[in-house]
Structures are given as C-alpha cells and as structure tokens.
C-alpha cells in the first residue's frame, strides 16, 4: 500500500490593500539601493498601494530619506538593511518570513510600519511574522502544494478563510518572474481546491495563485516550484519530499535505482515495494535540506528535494 504524504509548502496570510495592489520583487543585486526603479519587476519603485518582495537570500539597502515613497506592505524573505541615516514609511504592514528579516544600523535608521516608528535596534528586534495593519483578507491560504503525475504537475490548495471572495487564477512561470495565467477556480466556499497543469516544462515550473475578491481587488499567494524532468523521468512525489521516505512510481520491470548526492557520494537506503512496483524509500543517512539525485539501472533519473 503506497503511503502519500501531503506536504504543506507554504502558509501565507496574504493581504490586500483599499486600492488594486501590484506585487513588485526586487530583481537587483544584492546590496542594491531601494530606490532604483529597474531594480525592480515590474518596474517602478513600489508604491504606497504595492506590495513589495524581498527574495530569500537578497539584501536590499535603505540609505538616506525613504519616506516620501510610500509603500504599502513588505514581505521579507531575505534582508531589509537600514543605514546611513536610512528612512522607510510603510503604510500598512511588514512580514518577515523565517530566515528573512530587518537590520537597523543605528538610532537615525528608522522604519515606520503602520504609523508606528523603529528606530536602530529595534528595527532589528522585529520578529518573524506580520507587523502592522494585515488588512482585510477576502481568502486566507491553509495550504499550497505541487507533485507531478505522470506527464503533469498537480495543484492542490486549502482555505481557512473566504470572505467576500470571486475566484483563484492559477499562473504558471519558467523563471519565477514572468507570469502567465493557466487557468481558473471560482470560489466555492471553505475548501481543498485543485488543478492540473497539462503542460509543464521540462525543468523548473514556478507556480503562485492570484486570489482575486469580489470587487475587483487581488493578491498573491507565495511562489512555489517543481522539477519536471520529461514524461521518461522517474516520478517521485511528493517532490520536495519528507527527508525521512521518499516515494517513487513509474519504474519498469526489473528497474532498480540508486540515491546520489551532487558531490556523486551515494546515499545507501532501505526500501519497500508494493504489489504494483512502486518503491518506499527511507534513507539510512541524514539527508534534510538536500538535493539528491535518484538515478536507475535504465540511465533514467530525476532530482529529488528535502526538507
């Protein structure tokens, strides 16, 4: 008997703003000043209505007065660095998500949230989590995950919370940046929701949904991805994978596979096979927070992501 494991990507209380909001990322380089527009998609320093992102990882650097562009809410992934008498306004609220967060490098570097101000290390003490005004949510996202079966990805997703509430339009991206809308799901109450994309790219497949409210208004979930390798690959879901037992389908008779590292060192596993040929694999070694490359005696392989 296969055991599935649903694996939660991501739990994200979205917001949304008065007016339309714009989802702006920073696109730039690490340690980049806020204020440069085409360091940001789309375009444009962010606004007091926008929502803006900073990606895991990236550093983006307030030095000197900010204050009179206005942005409308911050999620931070990765840092939010305030120096040289650095000086944010925004409107609404920040959202740090775990391994992100916001850095004051003294008492003139202040961050104003939701007209309260932090200044220096108390810019730095803001926790993770949502500060400020999180405003009103017409959908509230329990869940978000992908798996690949077969020759297509599979979405699922969850709500907690709808209120006043249209639709899902589910957009698909190869690069994280530019996205395009796939589909649609009307809003149908508290519930578990599902799509599947037909047509994936071989490679990485970027997913987010554009949860939009009766009156027009919109939001973003986050961002997730999948790796597609081809209708040849082996399947292993779900994909990124608990560390402790990875599933694999779709192997042929007298098929046998083998777990790598990216360094080539293998990584020894017990398995169990069902009636139907179908592999539970549980690795002997500590494999959290890992690539790993699961290759067969067939010259077919896929990458496989722990968590």
């Known amino acids: 008997m296969n055991i599935i494991k649903t694996i939660v990507f991501f739990i994200l209380t979205c917001q949304s703003f008065s007016?339309?909001?714009?989802?702006?990322?920073?696109?730039g380089a690490s340690g980049g000043d806020w204020g440069v527009a085409a360091s940001w998609t789309p375009a444009g320093i962010p606004g007091p209505s926008d929502y803006a992102i900073i990606p895991a990882g990236i550093t983006v650097t307030v030095s000197g007065n900010q204050t009179g562009t206005h942005v409308g809410f911050i999620e931070i992934r990765?840092?939010?660095?305030?120096?040289?008498?650095?000086?944010?306004?925004?409107?609404?609220?920040?959202?740090?998500?775990?391994?992100?967060?916001?850095?004051?490098n003294g008492?003139?570097?202040?961050?104003?949230?939701?007209?309260?101000?932090?200044?220096?290390?108390?810019?730095?003490?803001?926790?993770?989590?949502?500060?400020?005004?999180s405003g009103a949510y017409p959908v509230t996202l329990a869940g978000f995950e992908l798996y690949v079966q077969g020759e297509s990805v599979q979405l699922k997703w969850q709500t907690s919370e709808e209120l006043n509430f249209s639709k899902f339009e589910v957009e698909k991206s190869s690069n994280a940046v530019s996205f395009e809308r796939i589909g649609n799901q009307n809003s149908l109450g508290i519930q578990?929701?599902?799509?599947?994309?037909?047509?994936?790219f071989v490679g990485n497949n970027y997913y987010r949904l554009k949860m939009v409210d009766l009156d027009g208004t919109f939001d973003y979930s986050k961002i997730i991805t999948i790796n597609y390798e081809g209708e040849d690959a082996l399947i292993v879901y779900p994909n990124p994978s608990e560390s402790s037992v990875i599933n694999v389908s779709g192997l042929y008779d007298s098929e046998e596979v083998m777990l790598y590292r990216l360094n080539g060192q293998r990584v020894e596993f017990d398995f169990l096979e069902s009636n139907n040929g179908q592999l539970q694999i549980t690795p002997k070694e500590k494999v959290k927070a890992e690539t790993l490359i699961l290759r067969s005696n067939l010259n077919r392989s896929t990458r496989v992501f722990t968590f």
């Open 107 to 133: 008492n003139s570097d202040q961050l104003r949230v939701n007209n309260i101000t932090y200044s220096g290390n108390e810019i730095t003490a803001i926790p993770e989590g949502t500060t400020g005004n």
């Open 192 to 200: 578990i929701y599902s799509f599947v994309d037909e047509n994936p």
């Open 78 to 104: 990765g840092t939010l660095d305030l120096t040289n008498n650095g000086k944010l306004t925004v409107v609404d609220g920040v959202h740090i998500v775990s391994g992100g967060g916001a850095v004051g």
């Open 19 to 27: 007016v339309l909001a714009v989802t702006k990322t920073y696109v």
